[in-house]
């Protein structure tokens, strides 16, 4: 829209003022959207019918509609190509971006093997209120279903709050580590406060199973444990299908592996070996050692390089409260390197 002065109001504004300063700073590809200027304009079609109240209320908890602007460049520097994303929001007091805790060491990934082909992980601030925010959210959207979550916990005697959230940490990895076929071996890593509750609430949990599968004629899930170099390890087997999960409680952590029993003695030997992906990375991974990329992390990604391309992402610390900022480094020849930050607040600094 162009005013009577001939000049668009577009050049005026912050978010063109963002995309500028990309291309200044020699960008050669820019793909960016003014969230919020979206949002208000779907608001007609989102308050449309009947429930568009509920569902409004729930994208305000949720924190969706304080997204600001949404911002990735890329260039080219050394022979590699750096990609970098910026996602911000207007304030973080409530939802998603409230849920990331701060940047910190994330010892959950010191189970996951160099050999690991996925790997995921964030750190939250409190799981008991990420669930509790997710359960006003259900409350909104659908009072009948959280009436009827509650009566199922009051009658199976468990508490999602303080039977599952309360004993966990903030730390939250998976993986896919381990042979990809015929069937690709996962691993999930959780931050543990409170074993013993979790063990006793898994136990509940896995009873109340095997009474609802008696209901069809199945016999359920079966417990196996065993102690190996003086730790407990325990599977869960599907009497009915061919299904094996087994886990460990170790220095703080519940490290959960699907299929043989192996991959999770491995892991935690590997990491008593401190040959785990904190501690060495694989060549082929990445140029960094994982404990300088890591060592202070939001969220993490990472994929193993294959002979062409391999990717090794990660949250670091902001450089403003309510900043999420990560970088991803690609060990591979003509790779990528690229950087994801998450900004809450009113005022933003956009510059790395």
């Not at 729930?58 to 304080?66: E, P, V, Y």
């Not at 006003?136 to 509650?150: A, F, H, M, Q, W």
Request: hydrophobic share 35%; charged share 20%.
């Amino acid at each position: 829209m162009v005013q009577g002065g001939g000049t668009s109001s577009f050049t005026s504004t912050a978010f063109h003022n963002r995309v500028a300063q990309l291309y200044q700073e020699g960008a050669g590809l820019v793909v960016a959207a003014n969230l919020e200027r979206l949002i208000e304009r779907a608001k007609s079609a989102r308050t449309g019918n009947e429930n568009a109240a509920k569902r409004e209320n729930a994208l305000q908890q949720l924190g969706i509609l304080n997204l600001k602007y949404f911002v990735l460049d890329q260039k080219n520097s050394a022979g590699k190509t750096h990609t970098q994303a910026t996602v911000s929001f207007n304030e973080a007091q409530h939802g998603i971006p409230s849920w990331l805790a701060a940047p910190g060491p994330m010892g959950s990934l010191e189970y996951i093997s160099p050999d690991a082909n996925v790997v995921a992980g964030f750190v939250v601030k409190d799981p008991v209120k990420l669930v509790d925010d997710l359960l006003g959210v259900i409350e909104t959207v659908s009072p009948d279903l959280r009436k009827n979550l509650d009566k199922q916990q009051a009658d199976r005697g468990l508490d999602i709050r303080k039977d599952i959230a309360a004993p966990l940490g903030g730390e939250f990895a998976f993986a896919i580590d381990g042979p990809i076929l015929p069937t690709p071996s996962w691993k999930m890593v959780f931050e543990v406060n409170d074993s013993e509750h979790l063990q006793q609430t898994l136990e509940r949990i896995v009873s109340e199973i095997n009474k609802e599968a008696a209901k069809f004629g199945k016999n359920g899930l079966v417990w196996d444990r065993a102690e190996i170099d003086g730790r407990n390890y325990y599977t869960l087997k599907s009497a009915d299908f061919s299904v094996e999960v087994n886990y460990t409680y170790v220095n703080g952590y519940v490290s959960w592996v699907q299929a043989a029993r192996w991959l999770s003695v491995r892991c935690v030997r590997s990491r008593q070996a401190t040959r785990c992906c904190a501690h060495r990375v694989s060549p082929p991974a990445c140029h960094l050692t994982a404990t300088q990329t890591f060592r202070r992390s939001s969220i993490t990604t990472w994929r193993r390089c294959s002979a062409i391309r391999g990717t090794h992402s990660q949250l670091r610390e902001p450089s403003a409260p309510g900043t999420a900022r990560g970088d991803q480094d690609h060990g591979c020849r003509h790779a990528a390197n690229s950087r994801l930050r998450l900004r809450a607040g009113r005022q933003h600094n956009f510059r790395s």
